[in-house]
T-cell receptor, first 114, second 112 residues
């Protein structure tokens, strides 16, 4: 069975600083990987996804993530954050043969301070 | 506008009183799913559906029912709600897993 671990429940960072949100997954088969963002009192919005091919994927709002198969990781990065990036971020995994079932990590709250 | 619509957004109810949360999508997606979100636990799948009349249990199905009589609708039914079902609920849909899910705005349910 697939599982996802987000190593940090909260990440405080100053505005314009770089940030990395960590995600590790466990699966015995090939997977699709996703990052979602949830702004306060809203639903989840897809930031980016990895399906296959290049291990570095770029998403919306200047975010990117790198798939590392040997370390089973899919960390999210942004070189310079804004106050508006304050939100909760969820990593998720879907196994290729799992009938589209999506498993989420526990979430990381990114708090950008001025 | 392509979207997943849930109703109601907020609901307070009493233990044991049956309720239904509706979910509708206008994108002709085959796959639909219900999740509950609890602090520190992320989102956990309750039920999912791969097509009309095809549903299956997710990770936390106890106390919930679903139906998929039409492609666009996937209601979540709580026949006898209990306080441990107080949570934030999301409906989501996708044409296929690799495309990622589109989520509704959520339903905040409180059972007293």
């Amino acid at each position: 069975a697939q599982s996802v671990t987000q190593l940090d429940s909260q990440v405080p960072v100053f505005e314009e600083a770089p940030v990395e949100l960590r995600c590790n997954y466990s699966s015995s088969v090939s997977v699709y990987l996703f990052w979602y963002v949830q702004y306060p009192n809203q639903g989840l919005q897809l930031l980016l996804k990895y399906l296959s091919g290049s291990t570095l994927v770029k998403g919306i709002n200047g975010f990117e993530a790198e798939f590392n198969k040997s370390q089973t990781s899919f960390h999210l990065r942004k070189p310079s954050v804004h106050i508006s990036d304050t939100a909760e971020y969820f990593c998720a995994v879907s196994e290729w043969n799992a009938g589209n079932m999506l498993t989420f990590g526990g979430g990381t709250r990114l708090m950008v301070k001025p | 506008e392509a979207q997943v619509t849930q109703n109601p957004r907020y609901l307070i109810t009493v233990t044991g009183k049956k309720l239904t949360v509706t979910c509708s999508q206008n994108m002709n997606h085959e796959y639909m799913s219900w999740y509950r979100q609890d602090p520190g636990l992320g989102l956990r799948q309750i039920y999912y559906s791969m097509n009309v009349e095809v549903t299956d249990k997710g990770d936390v199905p106890e106390g919930y029912k679903v139906s998929r009589k039409e492609k666009r609708n996937f209601p979540l039914i709580l026949e006898s709600p209990s306080p441990n079902q107080t949570s934030l609920y999301f409906c989501a849909s996708t044409p296929r897993g690799a495309d990622g899910y589109t989520f509704g705005s959520g339903t905040r349910l409180t059972v007293v």
